[in-house]
């Protein structure tokens, strides 16, 4: 299906919301979490330390890009009606006030808060003879030999500093003689942790951030000078890649050059203390060639995603959420391996709540198995050792591998491309796709000799990658099938990836894209006619991102017909609910807790016999028309029992960590729970209880008659994977 071009018919703009300050809201209900108290304190520490990891992404990319447009004179407005330079001036205010409220966080609730734990972050006057001495010996073993202070001057350019690294700036005067100031710049290589333990004998954590103390030995770097001024600062720099992949000899080393330019990306924001001297920051903005707006003044550590290594350093359990053993997956007894288990039946594992090892035993007892004919597997992000990547070698040596490997996915272009090349060496046939789309599906496909000497495929789908890691905390479903009309239409899916062979269709998958935006409008759309007919219609869709103008148009049309809609988007969502004569009908919540939502699941009522789809996409513009991605049914009657009335219901009844979209673009928490005393209802700790064997459907939240019965048949049903 092709992208479409401009707005949809009888779509107004006031009826969308603008993504990047729809992303902003989602990033403050990030933030929200670290100054929520009902989470442990080292938990919410991270939770800031995310917010502005992901604060630096945003920059990096969706402020890259619109100051790109306005530097090409693209005046054009977005759907929703905002011209770029209307929208960097929104962004502006925004983000600014977003760098004040981090800082608060940090200076007003946590320190404060975490030194009553005996957890300090310590101004170098602050510290004892004993961490004094300490950090002389450390600076002079393991710091000064790796500074390179530059003083700036005819013979001495500005130094090239590298996208988010950490870097002092230093206002210079040369001693025994009269001089101008001069600019000194020293870049803190990244191999120096940005936040130094300090030995404390009584069992306390001490910190003291690298930048201090580089600070305080500035005079041993510029000796002849005198130091007037010195302060740390940090540039967020372009990190998108413009590929010209038609005319590139190699995707592999189109990707490669990119990459190395990509690090000289163009300055898009200067991060420096409040107290920074004026005099100093100017200079710098005019050798970033900043506008005012861009610089960003902050009463926290200008790197406040390395904050991170105090929850990583301090081993204090009883400030970090309590640690859960996900459900393992157990075979029948009649069945020796696990493709003896999915003749007998589909398997359906809800992530980080169903053990990952699953799949990666899937995957491992392929490479083993002297059956198996040949293994296809795609690879969009995975991890360093990751099991998945050996096996994937192991079996190169006996069997017939290929592998697609996304030389794209941002930042992660570098070690794939690094994977890529391993493979290679390894036997493995490696492909990179479709020219010109990103491969973002989560395939794998087995043949195997069967002992009833059929020649058999099995598969597993899921809706995140293949990384064991990540894994543990990103929830996704997987499916294992070998289920023929599935298996088939992953090998077609694969032969599309590897040769571009097209079909008219993939069913029963539905394929970005080729036929997902499509057939996802004809889903919503034959809801419409259910209810317009009288027939039961309802929608209840779970995703990322929620921004594709033609999705959301069929989604008003099905709420003005009558369809009740249910939509669980943790991230950007342009559809306005709550729209009178529009959207009325339609409920959007995000839910942001100690797990990341990430699982994307349709169910579709269907005039009473339901359908179920989860999938590798969202539903926005890149992944229905710019990606390769792949949404599959969950056949299974008692699957299917399992998605709606135990992991979709859980998410609808959140009252603990969910927030309810407001036609303004504003969230707001659920009211509280009605019942006097009671605990308003989390649903990642519900799942977590469920795995762990301690809860049931039978104990989610009562809210109607009708919700009671449906969750007493799902209580009949069972879980299909114990």
Not at 245 to 273: I, M, T
Request: hydrophobic share 40%.
């Amino acid at each position: 299906m092709a992208k479409p071009n401009g707005r949809v018919k009888g779509f107004k703009p006031e009826h969308l919301l603008n993504r990047q300050t729809s992303w902003l809201e989602f990033n403050s209900r990030v933030l929200e979490e670290a100054l929520d108290e009902r989470n442990p304190l080292l938990e919410r520490l991270k939770f800031l330390s995310i917010s502005a990891s992901n604060l630096d992404e945003f920059f990096e990319v969706h402020v890259a890009g619109l100051l790109q447009r306005i530097e090409d004179d693209d005046a054009v407005p977005g759907p929703d009606g905002m011209s770029p330079h209307d929208l960097i001036r929104e962004l502006d205010r925004r983000t600014h006030r977003f760098v004040s409220e981090q800082s608060d966080c940090w200076t007003d609730v946590l320190i404060p808060q975490l030194a009553a734990e005996n957890i300090f972050v310590k101004r170098y006057d602050e510290l004892d003879d004993a961490s004094l001495e300490y950090l002389r010996d450390y600076y002079i073993r393991d710091v000064d030999p790796l500074l390179t202070p530059v003083t700036v001057d005819p013979a001495h350019p500005f130094p090239r500093v590298l996208n988010k690294a950490l870097c002092l700036a230093v206002s210079l005067r040369r001693k025994r003689r009269a001089s101008p100031t001069y600019l000194g710049v020293v870049t803190i290589p990244r191999a120096l942790p940005r936040l130094i333990h300090l030995p404390a004998p009584d069992g306390s954590y001490h910190f003291i951030t690298l930048a201090d103390l580089i600070v305080e030995h500035t005079k041993q770097m510029y000796r002849g000078y005198d130091v007037l001024a010195a302060m740390p600062f940090r540039v967020t720099r372009n990190s998108n890649l413009y590929l010209q992949e038609e005319e590139a000899r190699s995707l592999l080393e189109s990707v490669r050059s990119e990459l190395h330019n990509r690090r000289k990306g163009d300055a898009v924001r200067l991060e420096v203390p409040a107290e920074a001297p004026e005099d100093l920051v100017q200079k710098l903005r005019s050798n970033f060639e900043l506008d005012e707006w861009q610089i960003y003044r902050t009463g926290a550590p200008v790197n406040l995603s390395r904050l991170f290594s105090i929850y990583e350093q301090a081993h204090r359990p009883d400030l970090k959420y309590r640690p859960f053993t996900p459900r393992e997956l157990h075979l029948s007894p009649k069945s020796k391996n696990i493709f003896d288990e999915l003749r007998q039946r589909d398997i359906m594992l809800h992530h980080p709540f169903d053990s990952y090892d699953a799949v990666v035993r899937f995957i491992t007892a392929a490479a083993e198995d002297e059956q198996v004919v040949s293994i296809k597997q795609t690879l969009y992000r995975t991890s360093q050792d990751s099991p998945i990547f050996q096996a994937l070698i192991e079996a190169a040596a006996t069997k017939e591998v290929t592998a697609v490997v996304e030389l794209k996915a941002r930042f992660d272009e570098a070690s794939n491309i690094r994977w890529a090349r391993e493979l290679e060496d390894a036997g493995v046939q490696v492909f990179h796709g479709v020219v010109g789309l990103k491969t973002h599906c989560k395939l794998s496909l087995i043949v195997r000799r069967d002992p009833d000497g059929v020649m058999r495929r099995y598969v597993h789908l899921g809706t995140g990658n293949y990384n064991p890691v990540t894994a543990r905390f990103y929830t996704d479903i997987s499916l294992l099938t070998c289920d023929p009309q599935i298996a088939a239409a992953a090998q077609q899916v694969f032969a599309y990836l590897t040769a571009y062979t097209e079909r008219p269709s993939y069913a029963p998958l539905m394929v970005a894209p080729r036929d997902l935006a499509r057939k996802t409008v004809e889903l919503i759309d034959r809801e419409a006619a259910h209810a317009r007919a009288g027939r039961p219609a309802r929608i209840v869709a779970k995703m990322n991102a929620l921004l594709d103008p033609p999705v959301i148009e069929a989604l008003y049309g099905a709420s003005r017909a009558g369809v009740s809609i249910d939509l669980i988007v943790r991230g950007i969502c342009a559809l306005r609910p709550g729209l009178r004569e529009v959207s009325s009908r339609i409920r959007v919540r995000s839910i942001v807790g100690r797990l990341l939502e990430h699982s994307r699941v349709y169910y579709f009522e269907n005039g009473g016999e339901p359908e179920y789809y989860a999938g590798s996409a969202d539903w926005m513009p890149r992944n229905l028309y710019e990606r390769v991605e792949v949404a599959f049914p969950i056949k299974d009657p008692d699957l299917q029992q399992r998605l709606r009335f135990e992991i979709l219901e859980a998410y609808l009844r959140d009252t603990a960590k969910a927030r309810l979209l407001q036609a303004d673009g504003s969230y707001e928490r659920p009211p509280s729970p009605k019942t006097r005393g009671a605990a308003r209802f989390n649903a990642q700790d519900f799942l977590i209880g469920v795995a762990e064997g301690k809860l049931t459907v039978a104990d989610l939240p009562h809210s109607t008659r009708r919700i009671q019965v449906r969750r007493a048949r799902a209580a009949q049903v069972g879980h299909a994977t114990e």
